[in-house]
């Protein structure tokens, strides 16, 4: 497609098609699984699984060994950024993207109660003890607090854990986040784990372009529900030489990197399933571009990926085991929220019974079969 002037008016079926392409989920790619991580400007991760169901979509041929072998060696990490959430990124995003987001960190600390818990205390003597115990060796949230408190019995162990989580750029070490492996989240610093200093601080120029060009276009508020940043304004200002400005429908303006991929409005998208957490649902202020007007209860799809029909949420989905750690039997369950017409229906179900073979192989299951329910 053409890319649209500048000032055009975009439909939502043109941002919703441009999306799924720059997300990577209108074909799956060639592409190394560090490439596509970074393209993506990582990978939601707090459910340890879900990156790897997000590249599976995305990647063909995808081989979870692969990005699990990353972060074995370190070439990959799982930290907290943006949205202080916690995000699966190359070793070299790790390092360039956490000092810009040092502050929003901060700032989400500082308004919180674990914050008032520790209120009258040296922060500084509270994170440098903190560094000195998980740099002797990685612990869980729960070790760090029982540690921390042996120095200020008197204050709320969670709450002097939750200081040194927020405020030190720490990684959740492996086995965490391996594939077909589990373990507890145990954490170190991100300098120490990598071997690297920290910069003390980053401009938030790259962040905001390379959101752009896989989450483009979209408006300053986008870029804050994704980020978490403040003062996001005077960046797209000082930015604005080097983008193009379009509006939606209601009137907005939306940014873009000049050389934004576009696609035909009409172009097909194929049925996807996204795990629970995906930034492809997670990243604008206005999700009108990728949930269209269908109406579903607002906390459908919590705790359960999205099954994506013609670029729209269709249904949702989720794995269930049951059996002994010998004979475990794997099932998914889809459930739809609006009526599948027959070749939907056979769609969704060629796709799940392929992402359920992936799954029951990662968790050393059999694959029982899906059950896909009527709207």
């Not at 194929?270 to 995906?278: E, T």
Request: with cysteine.
């Amino acid at each position: 497609m053409t890319r649209p002037a500048t000032g055009s008016v975009l439909d939502a079926r043109t941002l919703n098609r441009s999306y799924l392409a720059r997300q990577l989920l209108l074909d799956r790619v060639d592409m190394a699984a560090a490439d596509a991580v970074e393209h993506l400007v990582g990978l939601q991760a707090q459910e340890p699984g879900d990156p790897y169901v997000a590249l599976w979509s995305r990647l063909r041929g995808f081989d979870p060994a692969g990005l699990a072998t990353l972060l074995e060696r370190r070439a990959a990490v799982r930290m907290t950024l943006m949205r202080t959430t916690i995000h699966l990124v190359t070793a070299g995003d790790a390092l360039a993207l956490r000092p810009v987001l040092q502050s929003v960190c901060a700032r989400v600390f500082g308004s919180s109660g674990f914050r008032r818990n520790v209120a009258g205390l040296d922060l500084d003597a509270v994170l440098g003890a903190g560094r000195e115990i998980v740099e002797r060796a990685p612990v869980t949230a729960a070790e760090l607090g029982r540690a921390l408190a042996l120095r200020w019995p008197d204050r709320h162990p969670p709450s002097l854990a939750h200081a040194v989580r927020f405020l030190l750029p720490l990684v959740q070490v492996p086995p965490r986040g391996m594939w077909g492996r589990s373990g507890a989240a145990r954490l170190t610093t991100l300098s120490s784990w990598l071997g690297s200093p920290v910069a003390d601080d980053g401009e938030a120029d790259q962040l905001v372009l390379r959101y752009l060009r896989a989450f483009g276009p979209a408006t300053v508020a986008d870029i804050r529900t994704w980020s978490g940043l403040s003062g996001l304004r005077a960046v797209t200002e000082r930015l604005r030489p080097r983008l193009r400005a379009y509006r939606d429908e209601r009137g907005r303006e939306l940014l873009d990197v000049e050389d934004g991929r576009f696609v035909d409005p009409d172009a097909p998208a194929p049925v996807r399933f996204l795990p629970q957490y995906d930034n492809l649902f997670l990243s604008h202020a206005d999700r009108g571009r990728i949930t269209s007007d269908a109406s579903w209860p607002q906390d459908f799809f919590f705790y359960r990926g999205i099954v994506y029909v013609d670029g729209w949420p269709a249904a949702g989905w989720k794995l269930a085991q049951a059996g002994g750690s010998r004979a475990r039997a794997a099932t998914l369950a889809i459930e739809p929220v609006r009526s599948l017409k027959p070749a939907e229906r056979s769609a969704v179900s060629a796709e799940g019974e392929a992402l359920l073979s992936f799954l029951a192989a990662g968790a050393g299951a059999t694959a029982s079969g899906i059950r896909l329910g009527a709207a």
